[in-house]
């Protein structure tokens, strides 16, 4: 009888263990007025469930503007061209009204001036939109958590507009010259996936060599490490 007890105690313990909350998904509004581009929304939302959660679209600023004050998302993705409307005075419209979510512009502008723009008029990022397809996991990922987003190549471009009135550039860091090769591509926005076929070597062998570039130059991200890049010399000038 004692070993019976025993034997099922271990069961019994188990069993009051409290279960883990779901992370409940984060929740994004799409603004275009481009019913294919909504379409196109939509699908890469729904590919990205359970974390990401399609919460409405809608066609212009005021239709925008009833549907996220009504919903709150966690996120909206805001089309900086919506007709003859600006995603840029929608931006700054939800804004004074208090959204506390976070809104990521994107667009087929070019990143002078309408990037520092979006960002001027409260966006917590940039995405062009020909990088969705690849970038908007990411991208959302990170202005959900707060911070700003801008792919590398819209870093590296609003970065050389301030570096141009800047001093001489700094020394660059002991770098192999396979490190250096790693810190090129990741200054012209490659993935890891991306970098291990340029470099001839495996994911892990390439993500090794980001963790190096990134340890050694002394920043946290692929934007910061792009930005040194550019401050080295590593990156065209004329390149966007």
């Known amino acids: 009888m004692a070993r019976g007890l025993s034997d099922a105690s271990p069961l019994s313990h188990t069993e009051r263990q409290p279960a ?15 019913p294919l581009a909504r379409h196109v929304y939509r699908s890469l939302l729904d590919g990205m469930a359970p974390a990401m959660e399609h919460a409405g679209a809608a066609a212009s600023a005021r239709e925008a503007m009833e549907l996220v004050l009504t919903r709150l998302p966690d996120v909206v993705l805001v089309d900086l061209l919506l007709g003859d409307e ?18 990521l512009a994107v667009s087929v502008l070019p990143e002078d001036p309408y990037a520092s723009r979006a960002l001027e008029a409260g966006a917590s990022g940039y995405l062009r939109k020909e990088d969705v397809g690849r970038r908007l996991p990411e991208a959302i990922a990170t202005v959900v958590q707060g911070k700003t987003y801008l792919d590398p190549q819209t870093a590296a471009h609003l970065l050389r507009q301030l570096l141009r009135a800047r001093g001489p550039r700094p020394q660059r860091p002991a770098l192999t010259p396979r490190e250096h090769e790693t810190l090129e591509l990741l200054a012209r926005g490659l993935s890891n996936k991306e970098i291990s076929a340029s470099l001839r070597c495996t994911t892990r062998t390439a993500k090794a060599h980001v963790s190096r570039v990134l340890q050694k130059l002394g920043v946290e991200d692929r934007t910061q490490a792009a930005v040194l890049a550019i401050r080295f010399g590593l990156v065209d000038r004329g390149a966007s």
């Open 20 to 34: 883990r909350a779901p992370v409940p998904p984060t929740r994004v509004v799409v603004v275009d007025d481009d």
């Open 86 to 103: 600006s995603g840029l005075d929608l931006v700054r419209a939800l804004i004074q009204q208090g959204f506390a979510g976070s809104i």
